[in-house]
């Protein structure tokens, strides 16, 4: 009974001295990495646009890759006759440059990995249509590997509804890990 009231005191003191250093100085402190407030976020920070690089880095701080939206097909009709997009939607395509900065092995890079989110909060599943036979961009498989120094290329497909304003896409290459590759707010429906 007094090991448990001990700790329920040491949990309370430490609530208040983190609730009283708060109050304090008025502000939380920030962590190491945290723009100042009102500071401008650069490419590849939290508000990247198409073209812009975003950096891929380890736990440790190591650049692992470099990502680049570099096109948007928006309507994509390259699409084979077996494949007409479900009533009331579209294709868009989203073409990305990866560059594998790692040393050891291949960076292996998965279509699903990939994920576009319209303004309404909502995600959409990458299509796996096919191209036509004579389309000129042509949907990447399942996944690509890229060596290390080298640079790939995935072209990934969304059906979205028609009229639909996308917000942005992004990739999740670990479970607990999420990057913005670009913003798609200026992009016309």
Do not use: C
């Amino acid at each position: 009974m007094r090991r448990a009231l001990g700790l329920v005191l040491i949990t309370v003191m430490l609530i208040v001295a983190t609730f009283t250093g708060i109050a304090a100085t008025g502000s939380a402190i920030a962590q190491e990495g945290t723009p100042a407030p009102g500071a401008e976020q650069t490419a590849g920070g939290s508000n990247p646009v198409v073209g812009d690089t975003v950096t891929f880095i380890s736990e440790s701080g190591s650049k692992i890759a470099e990502l680049a939206l570099t096109d948007v097909i928006l309507p994509w009709n390259e699409y084979s006759e077996y494949y007409d997009p479900n009533r009331g939607k579209h294709y868009v395509a989203f073409v990305i440059e990866i560059t594998n900065f790692g040393t050891r092995g291949n960076l292996v890079v998965r279509a699903d990995d990939f994920r576009v989110q319209d303004v309404d909060g909502f995600f959409y599943s990458r299509s796996t249509s096919d191209a036509a036979d004579d389309a000129t961009l042509v949907p990447t498989g399942s996944e690509i590997a890229i060596g290390p120094g080298e640079m790939g290329e995935m072209i990934v497909v969304y059906p979205v509804l028609d009229g639909v304003e996308l917000s942005h896409l992004f990739w999740q290459p670990d479970f607990d890990r999420l990057l913005t590759i670009a913003n798609l707010d200026t992009l016309e429906p």
